[in-house]
């Protein structure tokens, strides 16, 4: 099975940037998407009521079944999740690895986006064959 490139919206990408630019805790919200011939294609990024602290969010429970009723009637999903990590780098966590199987577990090509506001880095990643892989992607304006 091939797992789709990536391509984000430019402007999606600055979104998620905005969102997470406060570097006093973890904030995360969900990426979304359609599948095209060749690239899984991130389009939107929404956040909703999370709980967070410097190490660790996740997002309430009303959150996640309002976007999954708002998802139900439309051809977009939810091709992933995005979280920051504010000083400590781009990568998953052992908790991140658990979040980020359960999203592949519902969708094999979700993927995972880790931001740290204060490096001003970020990166994509999978996991393939128990290993986490970081994943090369494209924009589009
Ligand atoms: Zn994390």
């Given at each position: 099975?091939?797992?789709?490139?990536?391509?984000?919206?430019?402007?999606?990408?600055?979104?998620?940037?905005?969102?997470?630019?406060?570097?006093?805790k973890?904030?995360?919200?969900?990426?979304?998407?359609?599948?095209?011939?060749?690239?899984?294609?991130?389009?939107?990024?929404?956040?909703?009521?999370?709980?967070?602290?410097?190490?660790?969010?996740?997002?309430?429970?009303?959150?996640?079944?309002?976007?999954a009723?708002?998802?139900?009637?439309?051809?977009?999903?939810?091709?992933?999740?995005?979280?920051?990590?504010?000083g400590?780098?781009?990568?998953?966590?052992?908790?991140?690895?658990?979040?980020?199987?359960?999203?592949?577990?519902?969708?094999?090509?979700?993927?995972?986006?880790?931001?740290?506001?204060?490096?001003?880095?970020?990166?994509?990643?999978?996991?393939?064959?128990?290993?986490?892989?970081?994943?090369?992607?494209?924009?589009?304006?």
């Amino acid at each position: 099975m091939k797992l789709k490139d990536i391509k984000i919206k430019k402007k999606t990408l600055q979104k998620v940037f905005n969102y997470t630019e406060d570097s006093s805790k973890e904030i995360g919200g969900l990426l979304i998407g359609s599948l095209a011939d060749d690239f899984l294609i991130i389009d939107d990024a929404i956040t909703g009521n999370q709980s967070s602290t410097p190490i660790h969010f996740s997002l309430s429970e009303d959150f996640l079944v309002e976007v999954a009723k708002k998802f139900g009637e439309s051809e977009d999903y939810i091709v992933g999740w995005f979280h920051s990590h504010p000083g400590f780098g781009c990568f998953l966590s052992s908790i991140d690895r658990a979040t980020q199987k359960i999203y592949q577990s519902l969708f094999k090509h979700a993927v995972a986006l880790v931001i740290d506001p204060v490096r001003k880095s970020h990166k994509f990643f999978r996991i393939i064959e128990e290993e986490v892989v970081e994943l090369d992607y494209q924009t589009f304006e």
